[in-house]
């Protein structure tokens, strides 16, 4: 899930193993095959470039994930727990075709996040990057500093806002919204 969660990585050594490094993936995790004799740098950058490699196959085998409803409520709420301390809860989380010019929407009163189908055609980062978007929209309703600052602990939230703006653009859509403060009243998207 780019910029989805960290999966769970086992580093398996092996004084067999020479030279050769190799990883696979089992369940959720990712188990990665070093020699014994490696350094804890050498492993630390074989163990990033495998995992990476791994996640790379995967997203080229199948494309962006499709996620129904369920995976999108519980992946808000692993991305809640990851980046904003657990303290953006929603009601529910749907995908919507009637979101034209939006790529999501937030009521904070009944705590309830809706997606634009658009983005199911996009890579789960930016995905990820909305959904940590409306979800801070729980947290502070409007698009002000407090508002960003929370957004700002998704890693890749300013490649995430580029994509989107280069999507909108080249969509003829309005583009989504930056660091620009609102001020009060406005709605939330």
């Given at each position: 899930?780019?910029?989805r969660?960290k999966?769970?990585?086992?580093?398996?050594?092996?004084?067999?193993?020479?030279?050769?490094?190799?990883?696979?993936?089992?369940g959720?995790?990712?188990?990665?095959?070093?020699?014994?004799?490696?350094?804890?740098?050498?492993?630390?950058?074989?163990?990033?470039?495998?995992?990476?490699?791994?996640?790379?196959?995967?997203?080229?085998?199948?494309?962006?994930?499709?996620?129904?409803d369920?995976?999108?409520?519980?992946?808000?709420?692993?991305?809640?727990?990851?980046?904003?301390?657990?303290?953006?809860?929603?009601?529910?989380v749907?995908?919507?075709?009637?979101?034209?010019?939006?790529?999501?929407?937030?009521?904070?009163?009944?705590?309830?996040?809706r997606?634009?189908?658009?983005?199911?055609?996009m890579?789960?980062?930016?995905v990820?990057?909305?959904?940590?978007?409306?979800?801070?929209?729980?947290?502070?309703p409007?698009?002000?500093?407090?508002?960003?600052?929370?957004?700002?602990?998704?890693?890749?939230?300013e490649?995430?806002?580029?994509?989107?703006?280069?999507w909108?653009?080249?969509?003829?859509?309005?583009?989504p919204?930056?660091?620009?403060?609102?001020?009060?009243g406005?709605?939330?998207?």
């Open positions: 899930m780019g910029a969660s999966p769970r990585v086992e580093i398996r050594r092996s004084g067999r193993r020479r030279r050769t490094v190799s990883a696979y993936r089992d959720r995790k990712i188990v990665v095959l070093v020699p014994d004799n490696l350094s804890g740098a050498e492993e630390r950058a074989w163990v990033s470039r495998m995992v990476a490699r791994v996640e790379r196959k995967e997203m080229r085998a199948e494309g962006p994930r499709r996620w129904d369920d995976d999108l409520m519980a992946r808000a709420l692993e991305l809640s727990d990851a980046y904003l301390g657990g303290l953006a809860v929603p009601e529910s749907r995908w919507v075709g009637n979101q034209r010019a939006r790529w999501g929407s937030c009521t904070p009163k009944d705590r309830t996040i997606l634009s189908e658009r983005l199911q055609r890579p789960d980062w930016v990820d990057y909305v959904l940590v978007h409306e979800l801070a929209h729980l947290i502070e409007q698009h002000d500093e407090k508002f960003w600052a929370w957004v700002a602990h998704y890693p890749a939230a490649k995430a806002k580029g994509y989107l703006a280069g909108s653009d080249a969509s003829r859509l309005p583009r919204p930056s660091e620009e403060v609102y001020p009060a406005d709605t939330v998207d």
